[in-house]
Each structure stands twice: as structure tokens, then as C-alpha cells.
T-cell receptor, first 111, second 113 residues
Framework: LAKTTQPISMDSYEGQEVNITCSHN???????ITWYQQFPSQGPRFIIQ???TKVTNEVASLFIPADRKSSTLSLPRVSLSDTAVYYC????????????FGAGTRLFVKA | DSGVTQTPKHLITATGQRVTLRCSPR?????VYWYQQSLDQGLQFLIQ???????AKGNILERFSAQQFPDLHSELNLSSLELGDSALYFC????????????FGPGTRLLVL
């Protein structure tokens, strides 16, 4: 399983763009990259998933370089309600999957 | 609302006891996952079932067991409870068994006294 490394914490201000980078040097060919958001005492919530290049949805963008050894979650114009823990996961598209969430990145958005 | 339901929401019990946590996946989802999250800890993957069969196993203690029934709901059994088992237990479901989006339930908060 590909191990992921993320910053432990990040601070930002409302209205700013936040970029959280995740390293996954031993990602496998059939691995996808998925990001989740978790608020205290709640279950994680899916944000975005990608395989290569760039993926964008109504919430975020995910940038994946050609070598796929890292990925960057981009949150445009964050608000106080974006304060949460963000997890980067790497895993295959099929079959059994030991979901490894890791420690995640604690994002704190200040007014 | 993710569509995944978990019961009970809260559970208080004593050391040495046994409890059962229940999870109903989203309609149409075949996979169920169980996670444990202790205070200020990350999510620890326990086990995954797909259409009634165990598909992947994490660091689940021998005192813990799970199963997925024909109607696809799942139960997590925790026995010989210890103080350190106090945690939030989340269930998630997905359509298949790979990297599909997992939808998490609200969790069961277990307190072992």
C-alpha cells in the first residue's frame, strides 16, 4: 500500500486559497488518489478523487503531476467552516482495500 | 445525511462487557467498512466486507469481530471491553470494494468505564 505524507497542520485566513500537498512516492499504477474532509465528531466526507492531471468539482480542485508521486488539494476562497482535518488516501480501484487515513492535515481558517 | 445509519449513537458500558454496533449501508452499496477513532487519533481501519464476504482486514483486535448479513447490514461485536476501547466507531459503505467514494455514518460513541 502506498504510504502518504501530509503536513500536520496549516493556518489560513478567510477568502484565501489553500493548497494541501500529499506525498505518495510508491503509488501503484492502479491506485487512485482520494481526499476526505472530517469535522470533529463526524464521519469523513468525500471531497474529490483523481488519477492523473487535474480534477475539479464544485468544492475543490485536485492537481496530480505526471509522475503521480504527489497530489495537491486546492480549496478556493476558504471560509471559517472549512476548518477541519483533510485526509489524503491512495488505493486501488478494485479489490480489497485497507483504507489508510493517516494523521491528515488540520486546517485552521481564521477570520 | 450520507444515507448510512448507525445504532446506537451512544453506548456506555463497563470493562469486560460485550457490545454490538450496527450499521445499515446506503441503498445499493455492497461494501461496508468499520473504523475506530480514539480521542485525537486518526481513523483506524478495522475491517471491510463486500456482499457478505470479508474483503480486507486492518489491525482489528481478536476481541473484535464483524459480519455482514444477507440484507447487507453489518454488525461489529466488541468483547472483553477495556478502557482503551473507548472511541468513536464509524461505519462506511461504498458501491464496490475499491477506491470508490466511501459514505460514512454518524458514528457510535462508545465509553467503557
Amino acid at each position: 500500500l502506498a504510504k502518504t505524507t501530509q503536513p500536520i497542520s496549516m493556518d489560513s485566513y478567510e477568502g484565501q486559497e489553500v493548497n494541501i500537498t500529499c506525498s505518495h512516492n510508491n503509488i501503484a499504477t492502479n491506485d487512485y488518489i482520494t481526499w476526505y474532509q472530517q469535522f470533529p465528531s463526524q464521519g469523513p466526507r468525500f471531497i474529490i478523487q483523481g488519477y492523473k492531471t487535474k480534477v475539479t468539482n464544485e468544492v475543490a480542485s485536485l492537481f496530480i503531476p505526471a509522475d503521480r508521486k504527489s497530489s495537491t488539494l486546492s480549496l478556493p476562497r476558504v471560509s471559517l467552516s472549512d476548518t477541519a482535518v483533510y485526509y489524503c488516501l491512495v488505493g486501488p480501484d478494485t479489490g480489497g482495500f485497507k483504507t489508510i487515513f493517516g494523521a491528515g492535515t488540520r486546517l485552521f481558517v481564521k477570520a | 445525511d450520507s444515507g448510512v445509519t448507525q445504532t446506537p449513537k451512544h453506548l456506555i458500558t463497563a470493562t469486560g462487557q460485550r457490545v454490538t454496533l450496527r450499521c445499515s449501508p446506503r441503498s445499493g452499496d455492497l461494501s461496508v467498512y468499520w473504523y475506530q477513532q480514539s480521542l485525537d487519533q486518526g481513523l483506524q481501519f478495522l475491517i471491510q466486507y463486500y456482499n457478505g464476504e470479508e474483503r480486507a482486514k486492518g489491525n482489528i483486535l481478536e476481541r473484535f469481530s464483524a459480519q455482514q448479513f444477507p440484507d447487507l447490514h453489518s454488525e461489529l461485536n466488541l468483547s472483553s471491553l477495556e478502557l482503551g476501547d473507548s472511541a468513536l466507531y464509524f461505519c462506511a459503505s461504498s458501491v464496490g470494494g475499491g477506491s470508490e467514494t466511501q459514505y460514512f455514518g454518524p458514528g457510535t460513541r462508545l465509553l467503557v468505564l
